[in-house]
């Protein structure tokens, strides 16, 4: 990267104990890839070699790089702390692009925020990232049910949420998520609901997060898109036909309010009528 395009860390105003804030777009390092000069993006979603250096890809498919970094640079931009994580998960290589993009995250902030949403839920944890933005957007006493089967990722997002102070607002629970929220009471408890886990529990998760949901609460599915593969009739993989069996389903449902909204690889936000 030139120079003059090097992203620069910039602090808050105000007060000297604030934190300094990092570009989204800068928050990975470059990594080897094969030879000389050429190198590979350690953000989510790995980037094109040009000119020797990075061009860094979205995870939206149907975004050029440039646009991205514009669409990045134009958003508040990361604390270290979650740069910090979205660089650690990196290092576990390709299933890394199970972490949610910056922009993602932040929009997860900014919806739990903005609906005053007191209880949430996650189904699909992985090493936190969107966790941590969940809570950041709830009150002081609010609470967030992270669901996953992986003790190994899930102690990453343990570290990262003892180090933002919301461990005493977010509750894990290991094992299989459909049998978690199963055993959970069916009410509506819920003013919040983010689903990022197998594709092919989708449906299953729907059903079960539906009568525990409030009226006016928010359910999110995420990879809703599958990289534009559902439009492939060729795609016929037990993820895309899952995905285009919940989106037909869900956007007909009459429990719902729904929009799938182009963001990331693909954001179904369902309103709980």
Not at 85 to 108: D, F, I, K, W
Not at 111 to 124: D, M, N, P, S, Y
Not at 237 to 249: G, L, M, S
Request: aromatic share 6%.
């Amino acid at each position: 990267m030139p120079p003059s395009r090097r992203p620069r860390a910039s602090c808050r105003p105000g007060s000297p104990a604030a934190p300094c804030l990092l570009p989204a777009a800068s928050l990975i390092p470059a990594m080897p890839l094969a030879g000389p000069g050429l190198h590979l993006s350690r953000a989510l979603d790995f980037g094109a070699v040009h000119n020797a250096e990075v061009a860094r890809q979205p995870k939206s498919f149907f975004l050029s790089p440039d646009l991205n970094e514009y669409l990045l640079a134009s958003s508040s931009p990361l604390d270290p702390l979650l740069a910090e994580l979205a660089r650690e998960t990196s290092e576990l290589g390709p299933v890394s692009r199970m972490q949610v993009p910056p922009e993602q995250g932040a929009l997860l902030t900014v919806l739990a925020a903005a609906t005053g949403a007191r209880r949430a839920v996650e189904v699909g944890t992985f090493t936190g990232y969107s966790a941590l933005c969940i809570a950041r957007g709830l009150p002081a006493d609010g609470h967030l049910l992270c669901l996953d089967v992986s003790d190994e990722w899930t102690s990453v997002a343990r570290r990262y949420w003892a180090r933002a102070n919301l461990s005493d607002r977010i509750e894990l629970r290991l094992g299989p998520a459909a049998d978690s929220l199963a055993a959970l009471p069916a009410e509506p408890i819920f003013d919040f609901a983010f689903v990022d886990a197998d594709k092919t529990g989708y449906s299953a998760y729907v059903e079960l997060l539906a009568p525990r949901l409030r009226p006016n609460g928010l359910l999110l599915l995420d990879n809703v898109l599958q990289s534009g593969r559902v439009l492939d009739p060729a795609a016929q993989d037990a993820n895309v036909r899952a995905i285009r069996d919940v989106n037909a389903r869900l956007g007909a449902d009459p429990r719902f309010q729904v929009v799938v909204l182009p963001v990331a690889d693909g954001l179904t936000m369902a309103r709980r009528m």
